[in-house]
């Protein structure tokens, strides 16, 4: 994925906050060399995966298999004291596919804050990882809701499902509809080890570099 693209898609991200008066806490703001000038706090946001995130989940196809987010608020797996719980922002476009997978220790509930229609989809695992056939009842705004294998749930803005570990989900912005601005509440977030893709795909873009960022990723250190 080239940096213009991130660039790009972080500025419209930027201009979905704007639309819809979402602010962010002032280190969404900095440049790398903001965080190079705070090595403590870059190092604090690095370590609990605080900030910004683009990825075409490395298919080279952004505009179809692509997501921008922001983490808010998270803690670390494992040690005492920590948050247990995380909170993002998610930029999704029409007709932007995020890959189907699953987490094995992550419960969320994913809700439409503004924008456009969020189409998901569900499919239960089998003990070794693979999809079922088998129907799925979900939480939409806490009542249940059972669908078929990968029958397309919308949820309108202000609508939310709750995702249990394990359930398989992939989610794409309604053609039509506008992009779609995304909240995740959840449990503690690992993105390095809990992410379980249907299909062998990656999690993270590799960059190529042909223009200076316009703002560092989590995961690439911030300075």
Known sequence: M?????????????????RWHWSLP??????????????QAASYLRAHQLGWDV?????????EYGLVLFCLRNGIVGVEG??????????????????????????????????????????????????????????????????AAWEPLV???GQS?????????RFYGRKGGGPVLVGEVSQVNDDNSDNFFLEPIGRFAAIEEDEPPLRPLWNEGGD
């Open 2 to 18: 080239k940096r213009s693209e991130i660039n790009a898609a972080l500025r419209r991200a930027s201009e979905t906050l704007e």
């Open 155 to 157: 949820l309108v803005p």
């Open 26 to 39: 002032e280190w969404g703001y900095w440049t790398a060399a903001e965080f190079a000038a705070r090595p």
């Open 82 to 147: 920590e948050r247990t719980y995380a909170e993002k922002l998610l930029f999704v476009e029409e007709g932007q596919v995020t890959p189907t997978h699953r987490h094995a220790a992550k419960m969320e509930d994913i809700i439409n804050r503004a924008g456009g229609d969020l189409v998901i989809e569900f499919a239960v695992a089998d003990a070794d990882g693979n999809a079922t056939n088998d129907d799925v009842t979900v939480p939409v705004d806490g009542l249940p809701r059972t669908l």
């Open 55 to 63: 990825t075409d989940f490395g298919s080279n196809r952004f505009a």
């Open 161 to 169: 499902v709750t995702i249990g570990t394990g359930l398989y989900h």
